[in-house]
């Protein structure tokens, strides 16, 4: 391999060698904070590198070497960032862990990593991993880093982080080389070392070691920095898991490549208050934060006094007018960017400060699809949120909206760098600058997820649209077809409904039949909400779920989503023809939606059988028993008739553009 | 950068006692309301470093039992020694100003105030400097203000409160209010604690967590602990040694294991006629 980087006199390449060198660029700025007894402390790009030293040189001192792996685990803490860097330092690989998994899953995961040292938070994990110790051989010492009740265990393999750093210290002491030679090793190194390996959340199957090169996340983090200008002078907040990609990415590898200034929270109950206080510049949060911080502004503005409701509604209202084209500095009236104005002194800034959004000039949400009411909601308050799509084996971004190009249902253009690709079966390809080296001890998963040219096979389903932005469908194994040969995505249609407030759930049929079908649930809160103002009265779901009224408003929904669908070219062909809407609601109990409420399909298909059936065989209402379980545990069965009802599906037109493909 | 906050140990004050020893015994002491006998001739100890429970059925007083310990009320007959020292009489400042704080069976907190503020001021004792030094805010007053907060702090984050720091109490759900309240007896760093139905009304995560801080505040405090406490399981798995009161007598006490087999408590706990 030919010198690269800093070898070759050019940028660094790995993290310790932008840890050094932000050492020396940005020596007195910030570089960590964590909220510790009430106030937030805060460590320099140089305190942090001597922290960073003194363990890695305790690290070298307990006989961690090149490519050993050690595991990280616990929240968001500054001493567990530092374990990321000074392992790297020493070419060792940091593997971090969910700190919530159970420890089943904990030893799984060291023990296919073979992990020889353990860095943790607290006691809990200590003891979550020493419950487990024979199941991992490799690992021989737990480094600890908060000494509460920890304080009579056997301490021959547990060491306090603080001791670890006394050792590192000391070593440095008795050798004075000791430390020219550790940042010799760090600028030594040309990048073509495993910097992490991150293991996927493992929703289909056993997690997946993820190894990324030292240089390839470099590259990207530069890459993305670049892509949103950050400077040194941004700040983030660390709250998301640190052994998910997402955090490893925004935080640490565009951290220390841009030398902004990360801080953590005091606790994970205190994110929110953290938040208004830190105000950070870059913010990622997955949809539902959004929605749950929209749902608790609603809920305050309930009991605001009149005067204050009032000024709130015409503001939004103004807001949604005005407040995206502002914001992507199209024109607007003068009238209105007056209102708008106004609007931002009495409304807009305040609440921006109550949620902690007044600094940000960046955030960013993924990981499904976001409303787009709840999206155009915060835009037009003047935060600049956008959308990527990103996957661990990519070192996250694959996608990105820019500034000023956002919309609420595509995830946008590749990202600096990345090559997309469609394959065949509509599923997303890509070759990226982070790209995953593979996975670990396991070749043939690799093989598996990368094609014979060498792409990234992502197992999702995707189009682009006129303007080249990438648009997520579904998964690629859920996309089917219709027998008119329609493309069908059940997860597309099902999202599309379900921002409707009225609708709480929605499951598609249609693959390998003629038209597409839908069953749906009612949202009890909202749609109960609605019957009330319009003196609908009703006893029971199952009434209010039948009511012809019901039937006409879900009617009306499903019309705007088959207005959205035939506007689509490559989406008209799946419009919706039947819907029935479910007597009871889908349960986890009753085994419908997994713990984590997603839809069960095949247990659907099995459950409601008739109701299927009579989705496709024309008929008008079907009379069903269910068995149910109340939240006492008894069961029951539950008898309706159920409504079927036919909807309105416009004519496929040819006129639309094609995609620019 | 600002200088880093260093961890404050908490901890009782050594007062020349060895764990083992006797800290506080109790002889011979009755207490009567009018003609009514709340306690009858009652002779127990608790030993430095251990965790005490009292327990026995409703009105078999118990929480009487703690008054008496803390001055609170002033028993007829029988004496009460404290660190070698025999008093009789003894009002419940004095008891604190001698490192025995305590918690109450139904909460007692400044409900207007924060979660701050109510622990604040479990370290009004520890304070030196007066009034008018603390009007002021400025110089030593400041100086102690600021190591008070620490210590403070430290509950906060032991207790894992910081969340609702500056939350008024009145506002938080009863298990958290005992928590704060726990963390007021625990700024005055007392020697004994003593708790009155810790768990009352907690729901199983809370008894658990409860149970956590209780443990941790005798190991890594070093605190002596008596304690009243309802739920049976909570109290064998905890505590020490358990002494048992029925109608204002004792009848039982020693290590959990001998107290579930003896045959009055387990008359005392089914109901038998008397």
């Known amino acids: ?661 | 950068m600002n200088a880093r906050i260093q961890h404050v140990e908490l901890h009782a004050e050594d007062d020349g006692l060895n764990p083992g020893d006797v800290m506080l015994k109790v002889d011979n002491v009755s207490l009567s309301f009018g003609g009514v006998k709340a306690i009858s001739d009652i002779s127990f100890d608790i030993l430095k470093g251990e965790i005490r429970a009292i327990i026995g059925p409703n009105g078999a007083g118990k929480t009487s039992m703690l008054n008496v310990i803390n001055g609170f009320y002033h028993p007829q007959e029988g004496v009460i020694t404290f660190r070698g020292q025999a008093r009789s009489r003894m009002q419940p400042y004095e008891a604190a100003a001698s490192g025995i704080a305590r918690t109450f069976q139904n909460v007692a907190l400044f409900k207007g105030m924060s979660t701050l503020d109510n622990i604040m001021s479990g370290r009004t004792l520890k304070m030196h400097k007066n009034f008018f030094w603390q009007v002021l805010n400025v110089g030593p007053a400041r100086d102690e203000e600021i190591e008070h907060r620490l210590k403070v702090e430290e509950i906060i984050d032991f207790l894992e409160i910081q969340h609702i720091r500056k939350t008024p109490v009145g506002k938080l759900p009863y298990g958290l209010q005992k928590r704060v309240e726990l963390g007021r007896a625990l700024a005055m760093e007392p020697d004994l604690l003593l708790l009155d139905e810790p768990m009352a009304g907690m729901n199983l995560e809370e008894k658990e967590d409860m149970s956590r801080f209780i443990l941790d505040v005798n190991s890594q405090m070093g605190t002596t602990i008596a304690l009243i406490e309802h739920d049976m399981g909570v109290v064998m798995d905890i505590s020490d040694r358990v002494v048992v009161l029925d109608y204002g007598r004792k009848i039982g006490d020693g290590p959990p294991d001998d107290v579930k087999n003896n045959q009055d408590v387990i008359d005392a706990y089914l109901g038998v006629s008397h």
């Open chain 1, 1 to 661: 391999m030919e010198a690269t980087g800093v070898t070759a006199g050019g940028k660094p390449v790995t993290f310790p060698q932008y840890m050094l060198l932000n050492a020396k660029r940005f020596a007195e700025r910030p570089a960590m904070r964590i909220k510790d007894y009430g106030i937030w402390q805060t460590w320099s790009w140089g305190e942090q590198r001597d922290e960073i030293r003194a363990f890695a040189l305790g690290l070298k001192a307990m006989g961690l070497a090149e490519g050993e792996r050690i595991a990280i685990v616990g929240s968001n803490r500054p001493r567990l960032y530092w374990a990321f860097c000074a392992a790297q330092s020493l070419k060792a690989i940091p593997v971090p862990v969910y700190a919530d998994s159970v420890a089943e899953e904990m030893a799984y995961v060291l023990d296919h990593a073979g992990v020889r040292f353990a860095v943790v938070q607290d006691q809990e994990q200590v003891d979550k991993i020493q419950s487990v110790a024979a199941d991992i051989p490799a690992l021989t010492d737990i480094i600890f880093d908060e000494p509460r009740g920890l304080r009579d265990y056997e301490r021959t393999h547990l060491h306090d982080f603080a001791d670890v750093q006394e050792k590192g210290r000391a070593a440095a002491s008795a050798n004075p080389s000791a430390i020219s030679d550790w940042e010799a090793g760090i600028w030594a190194s040309d990048g073509s070392e495993i910097s992490a390996i991150l293991y996927t959340s493992g929703t289909t199957g056993r997690s997946k070691g993820v190894m990324l090169t030292a240089a390839a996340s470099v590259k990207a983090a530069e890459d993305t920095a670049k892509f949103d200008n950050m400077t040194e002078h941004d700040e983030v907040l660390a709250y998301l898991p640190l052994a998910w990609v997402g955090d490893h990415y925004l935080n640490y590898a565009q951290g220390y490549a841009v030398g902004l200034c990360m801080s953590c929270p005091e606790s994970p109950e205190t994110v929110a208050q953290n938040l208004r206080e830190i105000g950070p510049t870059f913010y990622f949060a997955p949809p539902r934060v959004f929605e749950g911080l929209l749902t608790s502004v609603m809920i305050r503005m309930e009991d605001a006094s009149r005067l204050k409701k009032w000024l709130f509604d015409h503001y939004l209202g103004v807001a949604k007018r005005y407040g995206e084209k502002i914001l992507e500095g199209r024109s607007v009236p003068l009238s209105g960017r007056i209102s708008y104005w106004i609007g931002d002194k009495l409304i807009y800034g305040p609440l921006r400060n109550v949620l902690g959004f007044t600094r940000i000039r960046t955030a960013y949400t993924a990981g499904e699809a976001i409303g787009p009411d709840l999206f155009s909601f915060f835009r037009s308050l003047g935060i600049n949120l956008k959308q990527l799509y990103g996957q661990t084996e990519a070192f996250l971004y694959v996608t990105a909206q820019k500034d000023g190009e956002v919309r609420p249902d595509t995830v946008g253009p590749a990202a600096p760098d990345v090559e997309i690709r469609i394959a065949e079966n509509g599923e997303v390809q890509f070759k990226s600058p982070g790209m995953f080296a593979g996975y670990y001890g396991d070749e043939e998963k690799t093989r598996e997820t990368l094609t014979p040219d060498g792409w990234v096979m992502t197992g999702d389903a995707g189009i682009f649209d006129a303007q080249g932005h990438l648009k997520i469908i579904d998964r690629a194994k859920d996309v089917g077809k219709l027998t008119t040969g329609a493309l069908y995505a059940p997860k597309y249609i099902e999202n599309k409904l379900k921002f409707f407030p009225n609708i709480k759930e929605a499951v598609a049929f249609g693959d390998g039949r003629d038209f597409v079908a839908v069953f749906l649930n009612i949202d009890l809160t909202a749609v109960g909400n609605w019957a009330e103002r319009n003196n609908i009265s009703y006893g029971s779901y199952q009434e209010l779920a039948g009511l012809p009224q019901v039937y006409e408003m879900m009617t009306g929904h499903i019309n705007q989503v088959n207005r959205d669908l035939a506007a689509e070219p490559m989406m008209a062909g799946a419009q919706i023809k039947r819907f029935l809407v479910l007597h009871k609601e889908l349960d986890a109990d009753d085994g419908e939606l997994t713990r984590t409420q997603k839809v069960r399909r095949s247990f659907l298909a099995d459950r409601y059988g008739p109701l299927i059936e009579a989705l496709y065989d024309g008929s008008a209402e079907k009379y069903i028993e269910t068995e149910m379980t109340f939240e006492d545990g008894r069961k029951g069965v539950i008898r309706a008739t159920v409504k079927v009802a036919d909807a309105e599906v416009l004519p496929v037109s040819n006129t639309m553009p094609e995609a620019a493909e």
